[in-house]
Nanobody, 118 residues
Framework: QVQLVESGGGLVQAGGSLRLSCAAS????????MGWYRQATGKQRELVAR?????SYADSVKGRFTISRDNAKKTVYLQMNNLKPEDTAVYYC??????????????WGQGTLVTVSS
């Protein structure tokens, strides 16, 4: 019913930048919030940044990452600057959606790998 497609991951050296994108499509009536989570090998998935009524960031990325949204395109972006090896993880897009049938849905993307080399 609802698909989230991420792009923009890859390999970058420490200190470099990447921009992730996530586009939502399908039977969407509205999107309340969109955000990014990440999961490093052997660790639990954690919130990176979220944009809804307010914007929030993990302490570890404050000042380096910026989340933004294009509501007309149903797209969320994550600009990641000054990347560190500890930012290496699979990054997942998440959206708090109300479907066209007015049902709430917590949607997830398939994930995109970000690797930061030292």
């Amino acid at each position: 019913q609802v698909q989230l497609v991420e792009s923009g991951g890859g390999l970058v050296q420490a200190g470099g930048s990447l921009r992730l994108s996530c586009a939502a499509s399908g039977r969407i009536f509205s999107i309340n919030a969109m955000g990014w989570y990440r999961q490093a090998t052997g660790k639990q998935r954690e919130l990176v940044a979220r944009s809804g009524g307010s914007t929030s960031y993990a302490d570890s990325v404050k000042g380096r990452f910026t989340i933004s949204r294009d509501n007309a395109k149903k797209t969320v972006y994550l600009q990641m600057n000054n990347l560190k090896p500890e930012d290496t993880a699979v990054y997942y897009c998440n959206a708090d959606v109300r479907t066209s049938g007015f049902s709430p849905l917590d949607a997830w993307g398939q994930g995109t790998l970000v690797t930061v080399s030292s």
